[in-house]
């Protein structure tokens, strides 16, 4: 029988996408993944559909499922069997994760073993809260330390005097429950009670929560906090770099997205890569005005010297219409222009020749300038691809300059028949962080479906609207746009929350 392999993958700390390419290439090729509780449920998709899966789930110290030697005995078994097996372990294999043990079993074993490392969250937690672990300016040195063992007994082997004053900063990993004590044995040891300090929870997930204060006062202000394992405690003067964050804004957020439901949005997008947690309870949704295709369809379009998008809506429903009537896109001989990115990459995929997007903000004004500055605009046919309420710059704009402008109305936006009951129980619990709106009827639709009780406690939360059309529909059913970006488009109203959050973060240090 052919001997198979342990391979020692390390899968970063909290987010799935922090694995290294290496270690997702590796559990491609699982035929095996044994794995714990603190590594991500996620990766388990990158193995193949028939490779087995086995959690030996071993949280922390309280209660092992399954002891180390018999960790080891497994993987020797599996591995004699010939089998590949990935052995995936959070963070890096070899920073406190017992990753040693397990190779020194399989050598011992005579079975092959390689080990791929990690982000390690003795680094990507604090970086995670803005922290960085040296600086040329503060930390020179940093010790990664153990909080397992009871700091107060001089037996432990660990020496917390030393490493008191040894190092400018240190992370202690698996030190919540004797947070008490290791501190108190640091201060006593010649650490500076006032050393700033931080405890970073569940670093890079989106229940990441960080408290901050001095040495002296961290174990209580975190206690308070209700902050438990997994955290790192990070103590030293990097910790003031904090507030300088480069980190993602909206890290542990729930965020409410009440736009139309689509596969890929890019406000959920924005919020994702922000660290929020989107909570999508789409309030409105969009429909096709007339599904069926006109006798006069294709002479509309082909009619056109300019085609003009305002929203990625337009281009769905325009394509749909247009399949419908069976033409093709890429044929279309007119200019196609589109408000920003976003749209113009819908065009894209859609099949729309070459869209141009004006560079400099993407709105309807911007758009018209951009036009414009192309020529002459005198008899020019344009087809306008529009929603029931579109706004009417673009349109009389061009008419001004004595273009001829088709305005097609392709779709509307309707109250959705949403879940207004659980969504009012959320709110009133207070589980959403931030409530989100980018049009108007989404707004009214949201008022119109919940109860007083609901809409009171939606004050509660931070509100931000896309642009001030929203934010005076907030205003008409009682609620305050905290936040109301200046430019156009998802990515600056998610900057806009982000900004608003490390405002309030800072107030509350
Ligand atoms: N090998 C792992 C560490 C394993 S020990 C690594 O390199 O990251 C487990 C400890 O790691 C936890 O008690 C906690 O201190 C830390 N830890 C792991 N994941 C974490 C996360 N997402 N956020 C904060 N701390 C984390």
């Known amino acids: 029988m052919s001997t198979g392999r342990v391979v020692l993958v390390g899968a970063g700390p909290g987010s799935p996408d922090l694995i290294t390419l290496r270690g997702a290439a590796a559990l491609g090729r699982a035929e095996v993944v044994v794995y714990d509780s603190l590594s991500c449920p996620e990766l388990l998709e990158l193995a193949p559909a028939s490779a087995e899966h086995i ?17 080891n005995a497994l993987l020797v078994r599996l591995a004699r069997a010939g089998r590949y097996v990935v052995r995936l372990k959070g963070g890096d294999p070899f920073v406190f994760g017992r990753g040693g043990e397990e190779v020194s079993a399989c050598r011992a074993a005579g079975v092959p073993v390689e080990v791929i490392p990690g982000v390690s969250s003795a680094v990507a937690a604090a970086a995670a809260a803005g922290i960085p672990v040296t600086d040329r300016r503060h930390a020179a040195s940093v010790a990664v330390v153990t909080g397992h063992r009871d700091a107060s007994r001089p037996w432990t082997g660990i020496r917390w005097d030393r490493l008191a004053t040894g190092a400018d900063t240190l992370v202690i990993l698996m030190g919540m429950r004797n947070l008490e004590k290791i501190t108190a044995t640091l201060i006593d040891a010649g650490r500076s009670p006032e050393t700033p300090a931080a405890v970073v929870m569940e670093a890079e997930t989106p229940r990441q929560r960080v ?35 480069t980190g993602r804004g909206l890290a542990g957020r729930r965020v409410l997205v009440t736009r139309p439901a689509s ?20 309030t409105v949704r969009v429909e096709a005005v007339a599904a069926d ?54 065009a894209r995929t859609s099949g729309f020749p070459r869209p141009r997007v004006p560079h400099a903000r993407y709105q309807a004004a911007a758009l018209l300038d951009a036009i414009r500055a192309e020529g002459p605009l005198r008899g020019r ?24 402008v088709d305005e097609w109305v392709l779709y509307r936006t309707v109250p959705e028949n949403f879940d207004a009951p659980a969504l009012a129980a959320r709110l009133v619990r207070g589980e959403l962080d931030a409530l989100t709106f980018t049009s108007p009827s989404a ?33 008409a059913v009682g609620l305050v746009a905290h936040a109301v970006p200046e430019r156009a488009g998802m990515g600056a109203l998610v900057e806009a929350l982000e900004r608003l959050s490390r405002a309030a973060e800072e107030e509350g240090r």
């Open 55 to 71: 959690d030996v789930g071993k949280r922390g110290h309280d209660a092992p499922t399954r002891g180390q030697d018999e960790i």
């Open 293 to 346: 295709p006109e006798p006069d369809d294709a002479r509309r379009v082909a009619g056109c010297d300019d085609l003009l998008f305002t929203s990625r809506n337009a281009v769905r429903f325009l394509r749909e219409r247009l399949a419908r009537s069976g033409i093709d896109p890429a044929t279309l001989d007119a200019r196609v222009w589109c408000v920003g990115e976003a749209t113009a990459e819908a």
């Open 211 to 245: 408290v901050r204060g001095p040495l002296h006062d961290i174990a209580r202000r975190s206690r308070e906090a209700g902050l438990g394992a997994p955290a790192v405690v990070v103590v030293g003067d990097v910790v003031t770099l904090s507030n300088e964050s």
């Open 263 to 282: 596969a890929d949005d890019p406000l959920v997008a924005a919020l994702v890569a922000a660290g929020a947690e989107p909570v999508c309870v789409p």
């Open 381 to 404: 046919r344009f087809l306008f691809a529009r929603g029931l309420r579109a706004g009417n710059t673009l349109p009389a704009g061009l008419r001004e300059d004595g273009a001829i």
């Open 443 to 475: 707004v009214k639709a949201f008022a119109a479906g919940l109860g007083a009780e609901a809409l009171e406690a939606a004050r509660r939360s931070t509100v931000a609207a896309i642009g001030s059309v929203t934010a005076e529909a907030l205003r």
